[in-house]
C-alpha cells in the first residue's frame, strides 16, 4: 500500500513542478530580451560593437584605456569648459546657443576692458578666424560653415588660453 501512494506523491510532484516552471517562463523569465527603438554596428580600427537603443538596463564597464557604458539613460553631454580658467581675471564667459545652426553669442560678465579675442578652430585644429572682443555680447558668425564640431578659445592679449568652448554646429 506504501508504493501506490508513493508513486501517486511522485506524479503531482512533477505535474505541479512542470506548472510552476511554465508559469515563470510566460510571466518572470525573459533572459536578454528587450524591446529597442533602434540599432546597429559600429566598426572602426579598434574593433566592432553592435548597439542598441531603448534597453531597460544600463551598466559601464570600466578598464585601462577607458569605459563604455551600455543600456538607456545615457546622456548627451556638450561640455563648455576644455581649457584652463585663469584665476586673476574675474569675469564670467558663456557661449549660447550650443548647439547653434547660424549664429552663436559670447557672453561675457563682469567685462572691464580686458584684451581678449576668440579663435575659432574646426574639428582638426586649423584656425579658421580670429576675431577681437571689444563687448560684453559678441556675435560669432557660423552661418558659412559647415555642420561640425569646432572649437573656441578666448585668448588673453599675450594669447594665454583664458577659457574654451566645444560648438556643435547643426
Known amino acids: 500500500m506504501l508504493i501506490p501512494y508513493f508513486k501517486k506523491n511522485m506524479k503531482h510532484k512533477k505535474t505541479l513542478t512542470s506548472i510552476v516552471f511554465f508559469i515563470l517562463g510566460l510571466v518572470g523569465l525573459h533572459a536578454q530580451e528587450s524591446t529597442t527603438a533602434t540599432g546597429g554596428v559600429a566598426t572602426g580600427s579598434g574593433g566592432t ?49 550650443n548647439p547653434t545652426a547660424h549664429n552663436l553669442t559670447l557672453q561675457i560678465s563682469d567685462y572691464n576692458n580686458e584684451k581678449l579675442s576668440y579663435w575659432l578652430y574646426d574639428i582638426q585644429g586649423k584656425l579658421l578666424n580670429i576675431e577681437k572682443i571689444v563687448t560684453q555680447q559678441t556675435k560669432i558668425e557660423m552661418t558659412s560653415l559647415p555642420t561640425a564640431t569646432y572649437f573656441i578659445n578666448v585668448v588673453n592679449q599675450q594669447n594665454k588660453k583664458i577659457k574654451t568652448f566645444k560648438i556643435i554646429k547643426n
Request: proline share 4%.
Open 49 to 97: 560593437v553592435a548597439f542598441s537603443l531603448g534597453q531597460v538596463v544600463y551598466t559601464t564597464n570600466t578598464g585601462t584605456n577607458g569605459s563604455v557604458a551600455q543600456g538607456v539613460q545615457q546622456p548627451y553631454e556638450i561640455s563648455t569648459t576644455l581649457g584652463i580658467k585663469e584665476t586673476e581675471l574675474n569675469i564670467s564667459l558663456s557661449i549660447f546657443p
